[in-house]
């Protein structure tokens, strides 16, 4: 609790005084962000940092290993997709990120295996990565380039599950909304963003 309260108060007696009429706009007007970024949790990877983003700039959801789930009607807490659902149609976002990041946990349990063996939420959630998985050849579990190669290709499989979602694929379709993906390598502070015409991720300089 400490070093929150302390955090806090580094907030208002800095950022604060500059963002105070931002704030104050956010609050009359409400948010207008253009942009959605699908994050993990991982507290190396913020995504307000990562790109600089001020008060409004971004709506971010979060969760382990940037995952977009399958389309799933019916029963269950569906927050993730919910949490889509607001930002095509209610905030209608120009563009939804796909950020993944380099080491991430969720991926490298999914090569290895569930790091509870008996857990209620996190080895459903991370079995979600399975049909990434299921698209490259000879990964191994010790393997840093195979960990590589499955964080990209877990990032593909989350932009194409978003356009099984219809409010994404008509909002798409319509040129109101583009589909992007990256990568933040936490090691060296370097963005790898996709390339849609050739399938690569290449670094942003």
């Known amino acids: ?73 019916g029963e269950g807490q569906h927050g993730t997709s919910a949490a889509l659902e607001f930002a095509v149609r209610v905030l209608k976002v120009d563009m939804i990120l796909v950020l993944g990041h380099g080491d991430c946990g969720g991926i490298k349990a999914s090569l290895i295996g569930d790091p509870l063996g008996d857990s209620e939420y996190l080895g459903k959630w991370i079995g979600l990565i399975e049909p990434a998985k299921a698209r490259l050849e000879h990964l191994d579990p010790e393997d840093p380039v195979s960990r590589d190669r499955l964080e990209f290709e877990s990032i593909r499989l989350s932009l194409d599950r978003l356009m099984t979602f219809p409010f994404v694929a008509q909002a798409v379709a319509a040129g109101h909304l583009t589909l992007e993906g990256a990568r933040f390598r936490v090691f060296d502070g370097r963005l790898e963003w996709l390339d849609k015409t050739s399938g690569e991720f290449s670094r942003v300089e």
């Open 1 to 73: 609790m400490r070093q929150l309260i302390d955090g806090y108060r580094r907030f208002r007696a800095g950022h604060w005084p500059e963002y105070r009429d931002i704030y104050r706009e956010l609050s009359r007007h409400g948010q207008k962000p253009p942009t959605l970024v699908i994050a993990c949790s991982d507290s190396r990877v913020d995504p307000a940092v990562i790109f600089d983003a001020q008060p409004g700039e971004i709506f971010v959801v979060r969760n382990v290993a940037n995952l977009v789930p399958p389309r799933e009607q």
